[in-house]
């Protein structure tokens, strides 16, 4: 098995000291996609590879942030180093620590056509704290497959990570509560928000004709919830530490997130008329 981990990167310095060397403990090779990074993402990640760490450092040269094209030019970039197998590893999203010396094996009994899926913990607020109900709570994240020349990544949409080409049925090993993925976008409500306003702002833009309320609706449910879900009827869980691993002093929780210049940039840019509608969380 070689089990190479696809790993898109824009100004993640803040989180990935902490989830690059957790990819890299579990994958064998892993092929960073850096963004245009104005941060010290790009130079955590020559470090590692001067350090002799299987890693990769390419370019994605696109302007625009478009997913499903980054995600494919991964995926060929990791057919051409000998993948067998491969991990869907974002930046801000790491293996619990309690799997690691068990999920190679996970990967590599898998059947041809199976996804691999675990367990998400979506942070909440800081480091140790995760949703379990609601829009964010007992989720499931594709975390790795075997490679089929079938399999692909195509179109232009966001929050698509399974690749498409051929039915893959999910193998989830793994019950909720005993590890998995932390997402940990969320252990910032600053974070939290302005990455949601980002998106919100890059839809608007990229498909003018979606209507303003329905992409309002979808990503006001990071925030507050969705209806018959409201944030008071939310609960949490307590992150238990063997899941954390270094993550207490490899992430910066408090960082300022680029995302909140990028929106202010882009209403700025095409003017607050088109955005008109579309609440942006105080940003602008």
């Not at 997913?67 to 970039?77: D, I």
């Not at 000998?82 to 309690?98: F, S």
């Not at 975390?143 to 498409?164: K, Y």
Request: glycine share 8%; aromatic share 10%; charged share 25%.
């Amino acid at each position: 098995m070689k089990l190479v981990g696809l790993m898109p990167v824009r100004n993640e310095a803040w989180c990935l000291r902490f989830s690059l060397r957790v990819a890299l403990a579990w994958c064998d090779h892993v092929i960073v996609s850096d963004h245009g990074s104005t941060d010290e993402s790009r130079v955590i990640a020559e470090d590692l590879a001067l350090d002799g760490h299987p890693l990769t450092i390419r370019d994605f040269r696109e302007t625009e942030w478009r997913e499903m094209q980054q995600r494919q030019e991964l995926l060929e970039e990791a057919r051409l180093i000998g993948a067998t197998h491969v991990a869907i590893v974002d930046a801000d999203e790491v293996l619990t620590c309690n799997l690691l010396e068990n999920i190679r094996p996970l990967v590599e009994g898998m059947a041809r056509g199976t996804l691999l899926e675990l367990p998400g913990y979506n942070l909440r607020g800081r480091i140790d704290r995760y949703h379990t109900t609601g829009t964010w709570g007992n989720r499931w994240f594709s975390v790795a497959f075997v490679d089929d020349p079938r399999l692909h990544w195509s179109g232009d949409r966001f929050h698509s990570r399974q690749p498409e080409g051929m039915q893959m049925p999910a193998s989830r090993p793994i019950p909720q509560g005993y590890g998995g993925v932390l997402h940990l976008w969320g252990a910032s409500e600053r974070r939290l928000i302005a990455k949601h306003a980002l998106y919100k702002v890059t839809e608007r833009l990229r498909w003018p004709d979606k209507p303003i309320q329905r992409i309002d609706e979808y990503y006001n449910q990071a925030i507050h919830g969705s209806r018959g879900d409201p944030a008071f009827a939310w609960r949490f869980g307590e992150v238990p530490a063997e899941w954390l691993g270094e993550a207490r002093e490899l992430v910066t929780v408090d960082a300022v997130p680029w995302q909140e210049a990028e929106v202010r940039r882009l209403v700025a840019e095409n003017g607050r008329h088109t955005f008109q509608g579309l609440n942006l969380f105080g940003l602008v």
